[in-house]
């Protein structure tokens, strides 16, 4: 048990740390205003003009992301063979449990790692939190998902009255097969995706628990969120009104701003990774792609998922957090029309259309929503809206955003129109069946031959052991 003393000592350091912190102030710089936008005027040529029938006339727009570098559409039709799993792996978790402890241990040390804080805590107290963490520790109780590397779970943490934790909380546990990881070079991806984690804390980022590992699979345990993808409300009611679009896409800005002051790019932002919780408030979720770059840096990767992957990305020109900026746009455009600005069943074609086709602007909204898709599909990075170092300030001062006041926005007193239907916090009728339906079952997986790919993995958030009482 952490004694009384123990968790004030702790709170107390962690709070001290805290008072220390400051955000630099950013330098205005004049937004560009004088450039041509590669856009064509109103189309009246669309095929799909009317809202109502957007989705009904393209359904392969929205239903197919086969060009996802991360993994299939969640509406991808999955073979029977994928519904037929074994259930061994769990039989094997003693064994695993020993590899976990050594890897806690090398993790942990003598500290916490507290968004980017290092809370002091006793050798004893580190060793005895993380080398209980494993997946005998969560109950499985649905999937809810599935990509390239493997599932996410809905579970329940399992109580242990000796630990003082937070015994029977519902989760979602993303887990992925390290063989898989290796064989597709993804490891720095993997590795980058739980780093990031444990630095984000923001009311619409979703927030990391734990992290472990066996021999065979890495596990990350995170906030269940069980409105479902924002993809998949967009996909039921095929384009959302601009006051509705307005909210999400202020949300979804409110997030990304807050990993760019970080020097955190997503890198894969489509509505697949955007969740919706119980109160119609978007949450960003999966950080596979994302990357720590310096304001002046660049990557060269090719990542992400076409349909939302910015002409730098493409070209291979270096990008940086301007990238994301397009994904907005993308999205923006997406729930405005209920499909993608590009798209074309050829991967290379598509990706002719992203770096040279003219953006027909939808002619059914506002202006000011023109004004706004403008800004962020510009095609040259240097002169997107966003782009600098007080970019961010930029898109919130745009007159589409006038009636969001940003601080109540981000203390969440916003109340969205929309909420999903949700039946208590284990709900999943917001999930599609394609993944509720499969067995769920943590199926087996090969052990790859190099061991030494995913050192330090382990992690433990303060907050169920700083709080309990």
């Known amino acids: 048990m952490v004694s009384t003393s123990q968790k004030k000592s702790i ?13 630099p102030s950013s330098s ?72 976990e402890t050594d890897d806690d241990r090398s993790r942990l040390g003598t500290d916490f790692a507290v968004d980017g804080i290092h809370v002091g805590a006793s ?14 520790d969560f109950q499985i109780l649905r999937v809810v998902g599935q990509g390239a590397f493997g599932k996410v779970f809905l579970v329940r943490k399992k109580c242990d009255p000796s630990d003082g934790a937070d015994g029977d909380g519902i989760f979602a546990m993303k887990v992925m097969r390290k063989e898989t990881i290796i ?55 095929g384009i959302f009104s601009e006051d509705q679009a307005r909210i999400y ?28 919780d119980a109160e119609g408030h978007v949450m960003l979720t999966d950080f596979g792609m994302a990357k720590e770059i310096d304001e002046s840096g660049r990557s060269n990767s090719l990542c992400g998922t076409i349909e939302y992957m910015a002409p730098e990305i493409i070209l291979a020109k270096g990008h940086n957090k301007e990238a994301d900026w397009w994904s907005i746009g993308i999205l923006l455009y997406e729930m405005l029309t209920g499909k993608a600005p590009f798209t074309h069943a050829n991967r290379k074609k598509l990706q002719e259309k992203i770096v040279k086709e003219k953006v027909k602007l939808p002619p059914m909204v506002s202006s000011e929503a023109h004004s706004l898709l403008k800004g962020l599909l510009q095609k040259d990075p240097s002169i ?3 782009n600098g170092p007080n970019g961010d300030e930029q898109i919130k001062t745009h007159k589409w955003f006038r009636s969001i006041n940003w601080k109540k926005l981000e203390a969440r007193e916003f109340q969205p129109k929309f909420k999903p239907d949700v039946n208590g916090i284990d709900c999943t009728a917001n999930f599609d069946q394609c993944w509720t339906a499969m067995p769920p079952v943590d199926s087996p997986a090969s052990t790859p031959t190099a061991s030494d790919h995913f050192q330090g993995y382990t992690y433990v958030a303060p907050n169920p052991w700083l709080s309990s009482g």
């Open 11 to 23: 709170h107390s350091l962690l709070a001290a740390n805290l008072s220390k912190l400051s955000i």
């Open 123 to 136: 050798h004893d107290l580190a060793e005895k939190v993380a080398s209980k963490i494993g997946p005998g």
């Open 384 to 386: 997107r809206l966003g």
């Open 28 to 99: 205005s710089s004049s937004s560009t205003s004088n450039h041509d936008f590669d856009f064509c005027p109103f189309s009246s040529d669309d095929p799909n003009p009317s809202p109502s029938t957007a989705i009904l006339g393209s359904p392969q727009v929205i239903q197919s992301r086969s060009h996802s570098f991360v993994g299939p559409s969640p509406r991808f039709a999955q073979s029977s063979n994928s519904l037929f799993l074994l259930n061994e792996e769990l039989d094997s978790q003693s064994e695993d449990d020993a590899e």
């Open 183 to 237: 064989k597709k070079n993804h490891v720095d991806y993997m590795k980058a995706e739980r780093d990031i984690l444990t630095k984000v804390v923001h009311p619409f980022i979703v927030q990391l628990r734990y992290s472990f590992q066996t021999k065979s699979k890495l596990y990350l345990i995170l906030d269940f969120i069980n409105g479902g993808h924002l993809f998949f409300h967009l996909y039921r009611q």
């Open 249 to 276: 896409t202020a949300e979804i800005v409110s997030a990304v701003s807050h990993l760019h002051k970080s020097g955190i790019v997503h890198r894969d932002l489509k509505p697949e990774n955007i969740l919706m």
